[in-house]
């Protein structure tokens, strides 16, 4: 079958109302937002009862409050029904995880100031934090690892996870064992807005948190930016997106692949964006990725998702492709070229680059090492991705001399002076018997 996926030709010197409303995406879906604000609202007001309520009404599962959580029994059951090769797999990709985010890891420090004193940086973790992993159409263990992973790395000593259930209110084995590794201390079956609410407000059931992490879907990504100030929160972390810029030299059977590899997601909020100055290029990733549709086992949601979120794109040259991503600023970005480095110099706007032809989208999904909890919706060009810093906090060290205040004071009484702000002038001249005199 043809999915149609558009091939539009595109110049800088020309607007192309159909890449620019593409491009052009929402961070922020306004109808989820609606939604959310009155499921947030009813849960800041009644707690376990609202989250009960909305559990049963988006996700077809009546739990009451004693089951929200998981038990310690539970959790380590469920190792028995996962398999030795997946326990393996678990444990190399948070030791992946582990390396990379103890090696970013930012360390405290200190200068010395003019006259003997000290200025420094002392990094702190949060001492909880809530991680939400999505689990409706698919167990993402990998995010587990991710993010959990991260905070356990940081020190965080209480790391609350919340996932939703089944309809039966089991919550997969794999996704368990694989928070068990991450280092999760409370895990709650509970998903959606409700458990945005919940970890944000605070239940009799679910404390509140210090700072939400974690992707999920428009309604997820609504309620999150609404409680901010309530917590703080990582990023905006929507639905699955990724660019590729592709030469003559690419192989479009793994274009293909790749771009399939986000779009499996199958929401229909996905986006997948070819850029190529190759026409012969885009025809033929569009004949192997109908191809390759076919035999993946959610076909039918893949191809709802092609046709709400590809576009093939074909530009003058690589530059102007390069341009056209920087203005997408994806998620994930892949360079498939001949000199794929030399393309690298010139990102400006992407949750995370994938380089080469030997580097699929997938391996920083599952193993790289860094989190695959990235930006989306076209925030990337100002949101980073999730780190082990994520989780800490930064406070800032002064240690004056008496020499460091006395060579300070003309500048802190000037300032004083000028923003009417006596008392704190005076806070530093009245240690001295004389304003500006040892």
């Given at each position: 079958m043809?999915?149609?996926?558009p091939?539009l030709?595109?110049?800088t010197?020309k607007?192309?109302?159909?890449v620019?409303?593409f491009?052009?995406?929402?961070?922020?879906?306004p109808t989820a937002?609606e939604?959310?604000r009155?499921?947030?609202?009813?849960i800041?007001?009644?707690g376990?009862?609202?989250?009960?309520?909305?559990t049963?009404e988006?996700?077809?599962?009546?739990l009451?409050?004693?089951r929200?959580?998981?038990?310690?029994?539970?959790?380590?059951?469920?190792?028995?029904?996962?398999?030795?090769?997946?326990?393996?797999?678990?444990?190399?990709?948070?030791?992946?995880?582990a390396?990379?985010g103890?090696?970013?890891?930012?360390k405290?420090?200190?200068?010395?100031?003019?006259k003997?004193?000290?200025?420094?940086?002392?990094?702190?973790?949060?001492e909880?934090?809530?991680?939400?992993?999505p689990g409706?159409?698919?167990?993402?263990a990998?995010?587990?690892?991710?993010s959990?992973?991260?905070?356990?790395?940081?020190g965080?000593?209480e790391?609350?996870?919340?996932?939703?259930?089944?309809k039966?209110?089991?919550?997969?084995?794999?996704?368990?064992?694989?928070?068990?590794?991450?280092?999760?201390?409370?895990?709650?079956?509970?998903?959606?807005?409700?458990?945005v609410?919940?970890?944000?407000?605070?239940?009799?059931?679910i404390?509140?948190?210090?700072?939400?992490?974690?992707?999920?879907?428009?309604?997820?990504?609504?309620?999150?930016?609404?409680?901010?100030?309530?917590?703080?929160?990582d990023?905006v972390?929507?639905?699955?997106?990724?660019?590729?810029?592709?030469?003559?030299?690419?192989?479009?059977?793994?274009?293909?692949?790749?771009?399939?590899?986000?779009?499996?997601h199958?929401?229909?909020?996905?986006k997948?964006?070819?850029?190529?100055p190759?026409?012969?290029m885009?025809n033929?990733?569009?004949?192997?990725?109908?191809?390759?549709?076919?035999?993946?086992?959610?076909?039918?949601?893949?191809?709802?998702a092609i046709?709400?979120g590809a576009l093939?794109?074909?530009t003058?040259t690589?530059d102007?492709?390069?341009?056209?991503?920087?203005?997408?600023?994806?998620?994930?970005?892949?360079?498939?070229?001949?000199e794929?480095?030399?393309?690298?110099?010139?990102?400006?706007?992407?949750?995370a680059?994938?380089?080469?032809?030997?580097?699929?989208?997938?391996?920083?999904?599952f193993v790289?090492?860094?989190?695959?909890?990235?930006?989306?919706g076209?925030t990337?060009?100002?949101?980073s991705?999730?780190?082990v810093?994520?989780?800490?906090?930064?406070?800032s060290?002064?240690?004056f001399?008496?020499a460091?205040?006395?060579?300070?004071l003309p500048?802190?009484?000037?300032?004083?002076r000028?923003?009417?702000?006596d008392?704190h002038?005076?806070?530093a001249?009245?240690?001295?018997?004389?304003?500006?005199?040892?």
């Amino acid at each position: 079958m043809s999915l149609n996926i558009p091939i539009l030709k595109y110049s800088t010197h020309k607007t192309v109302p159909e890449v620019d409303r593409f491009l052009a995406r929402p961070a922020i879906d306004p109808t989820a937002e609606e939604t959310a604000r009155r499921v947030l609202e009813d849960i800041r007001a009644h707690g376990d009862k609202a989250v009960q309520k909305y559990t049963r009404e988006f996700d077809g599962v009546n739990l009451a409050p004693v089951r929200f959580a998981v038990p310690r029994e539970e959790r380590l059951a469920a190792s028995e029904h996962v398999d030795l090769m997946f326990k393996r797999c678990a444990s190399e990709i948070f030791a992946r995880v582990a390396r990379f985010g103890k090696a970013g890891m930012r360390k405290d420090w200190n200068i010395a100031t003019p006259k003997g004193g000290v200025l420094g940086e002392k990094f702190m973790p949060l001492e909880r934090v809530g991680a939400y992993i999505p689990g409706g159409a698919a167990p993402l263990a990998s995010t587990a690892l991710m993010s959990v992973s991260l905070a356990k790395i940081a020190g965080v000593p209480e790391i609350v996870a919340c996932t939703p259930s089944d309809k039966k209110g089991r919550v997969n084995p794999f996704l368990l064992h694989a928070l068990e590794v991450a280092g999760a201390t409370e895990i709650f079956r509970i998903g959606g807005i409700q458990a945005v609410g919940a970890m944000a407000f605070g239940t009799a059931t679910i404390r509140k948190v210090q700072k939400i992490v974690g992707p999920g879907g428009p309604y997820v990504t609504a309620a999150k930016k609404l409680v901010y100030g309530e917590v703080d929160l990582d990023m905006v972390a929507g639905p699955s997106e990724i660019a590729v810029l592709a030469d003559e030299t690419a192989v479009p059977a793994h274009v293909a692949a790749d771009l399939l590899s986000q779009l499996e997601h199958g929401t229909g909020h996905e986006k997948a964006l070819l850029v190529t100055p190759f026409m012969g290029m885009a025809n033929m990733v569009r004949t192997e990725l109908e191809q390759q549709v076919a035999a993946l086992s959610r076909r039918e949601a893949v191809e709802r998702a092609i046709a709400a979120g590809a576009l093939f794109v074909v530009t003058e040259t690589l530059d102007s492709g390069m341009d056209l991503i920087n203005r997408f600023a994806p998620e994930h970005f892949e360079i498939m070229t001949k000199e794929p480095r030399r393309w690298l110099q010139k990102v400006k706007n992407a949750g995370a680059v994938f380089v080469g032809a030997w580097t699929p989208e997938s391996a920083g999904d599952f193993v790289a090492g860094p989190s695959h909890v990235l930006p989306t919706g076209g925030t990337a060009a100002f949101f980073s991705g999730l780190t082990v810093d994520s989780f800490r906090k930064r406070t800032s060290v002064v240690a004056f001399t008496r020499a460091d205040l006395i060579d300070t004071l003309p500048l802190i009484e000037t300032m004083g002076r000028v923003e009417g702000l006596d008392a704190h002038a005076r806070a530093a001249s009245i240690r001295f018997p004389a304003p500006g005199n040892p």
